[in-house]
């Protein structure tokens, strides 16, 4: 079945810093989106992209929607102790098929 | 309620024993989804309802596994004759959907965390 896979699974960085991740997959997907985790708690939906090439942002967070279709990635810039978490990226199929989960990037922000 | 909603938030029973998970989603939205997320891993996918629908059971992972929805609210995941690789958090997730089309902003819940002993 379809498999993505994240990278990396942890960071350990400085307050302040720029973070980066990012998501492969074997097959192409239709939307790529980006979950956040806080402990304790279900994924929150970050940000969500469409179009191969995109590129979008919220905030400090940029995401881009690879070429090929296979891949995305997502900065954080900046970092604040409340970027603490798993993301987690995840993939579309298309109109009848289910989120494809990644196993997550967890992140933690030292002072 | 303003969101998602499940209940019990923690479950730790015994093995072999049947467990029920409960699931309240966003008011309005039609599709409602199950996952399980194991200690360090990604969200696997479970069960999908869509309104009316037949139910999308290709994630169960055995027949142990069932789960039922009444029309557009509160859904029951249950689980007979727990084992111990059962154990993991159980998240619902919600979303506004047209019939026949898949949203992928899915609003999750807290999750039931479950230790099966």
Same mark, same amino acid.
Request: charged share 20%; glycine share 10%.
């Given at each position: 079945g379809q498999q993505l896979n994240q990278s990396p699974q942890s960071m350990f960085i400085q307050e302040g810093?720029?973070? +980066?991740? =990012?998501?492969? +997959? &074997?097959?192409?997907? =239709?939307?790529? $989106?980006w979950y956040k985790?806080?402990?304790?708690?279900?994924?929150? $939906? $970050?940000?969500?992209?469409?179009?191969?090439g995109e590129l979008? &942002?919220?905030?400090? $967070?940029?995401?881009?929607?690879?070429?090929?279709?296979?891949? &995305?990635?997502l900065n954080i810039s900046a970092s604040i102790p409340s970027d603490v978490g798993i993301y987690f990226c995840a993939g579309h199929g298309g109109s009848q098929g289910n989120l494809i989960f990644g196993k997550g990037t967890k992140l933690s922000v030292k002072p | 309620g303003a969101g998602v909603s499940q209940s019990p938030s923690n479950k730790v029973t015994e093995? /072999?024993? #049947?467990?029920?998970?409960?699931? #309240?989603?966003?008011?309005?939205?039609?599709?409602?989804?199950?996952?399980?997320?194991?200690?360090?891993?990604?969200?696997? %996918?479970?069960?999908? %309802?869509?309104?009316?629908?037949?139910? #999308?059971?290709? /994630?169960l992972p055995s027949d142990r596994f069932s789960a039922e929805r009444t029309g557009e609210s509160v859904s029951t995941l249950t689980i007979q004759r727990t084992q111990q690789e059962d154990s993991a958090v159980y998240l619902c997730a919600s979303s506004d959907e047209a019939q026949g089309?898949?949203?992928?902003?899915? %609003? %999750?819940?807290?999750?039931?965390?479950?230790?099966?002993?």
């Open positions: 810093e720029d973070v +980066s991740m =990012n998501c492969t +997959s &074997s097959s192409i997907f =239709n939307t790529w $989106l985790q806080d402990p304790g708690e279900g994924p929150v $939906l $970050l940000i969500a992209l469409y179009k191969a979008t &942002s919220n905030g400090r $967070l940029t995401a881009q929607f690879g070429i090929t279709r296979k891949d &995305s990635f | 093995k /072999g024993k #049947d467990v029920e998970l409960r699931c #309240d989603p966003i008011s309005g939205h039609t599709a409602l989804y199950w996952y399980r997320q194991r200690l360090g891993q990604g969200l696997e %996918f479970l069960i999908y %309802f869509q309104g009316n629908s037949a139910p #999308d059971k290709s /994630g089309f898949r949203n992928e902003k899915l %609003f %999750f819940g807290s999750g039931t965390q479950l230790s099966v002993l």
